[in-house]
């Protein structure tokens, strides 16, 4: 078993800046890659970015490259998500995940642990 715990999140304004933490605990040796994702109310799950943890290769979906960047510390087994120039639309619970497939995972499904989410919101 795998737990993950989000940090960071809060309300923040337009084209600010801030940083998501996931830290993991547990056999975490099992873990492949990791992700972010978000969530709207009445939404699906939307995949944000990904990382393979052996060789720190990473994917960003449309909507946020450019402006995020994932990255992890192997040794403190954390995860980040820096999120710069945020805009409204950006406001949701963000998620992340981890997966024991190296394969291109992106979808909800590809993915095995899950953390609890964190509220981010961005308004003036």
């Known amino acids: 078993q795998v737990r993950l715990a989000e940090y960071g999140g809060g309300l923040v304004q337009p084209g600010a800046a801030m940083r998501l933490s996931c830290v993991g605990s547990?056999?975490?040796?099992?873990?492949?890659?990791m992700g972010w994702f978000r969530q709207v109310p009445g939404m699906e799950r939307e995949f944000i970015a990904r990382?393979?943890?052996?060789?720190?290769?990473?994917v960003y979906a449309d909507s946020v490259k450019g402006r995020f960047t994932i990255s992890r510390d192997s040794g403190r087994e954390t995860t980040f998500l820096q999120m710069n120039s945020l805009k409204p639309e950006d406001t949701a619970v963000y998620f992340c995940?981890?997966?024991?497939?190296?394969?291109?995972?992106?979808?909800?499904?590809?993915?095995?642990?899950w953390g609890q989410g964190t509220q981010v919101t961005v308004s003036s």
């Open positions: 995940a981890a997966s024991k497939s190296e394969y291109n995972p992106s979808e909800v499904n590809d993915f095995d642990y």
């Open positions: 547990g056999r975490t040796f099992s873990v492949r890659t």
């Open positions: 990382i393979r943890w052996n060789d720190g290769r990473t």
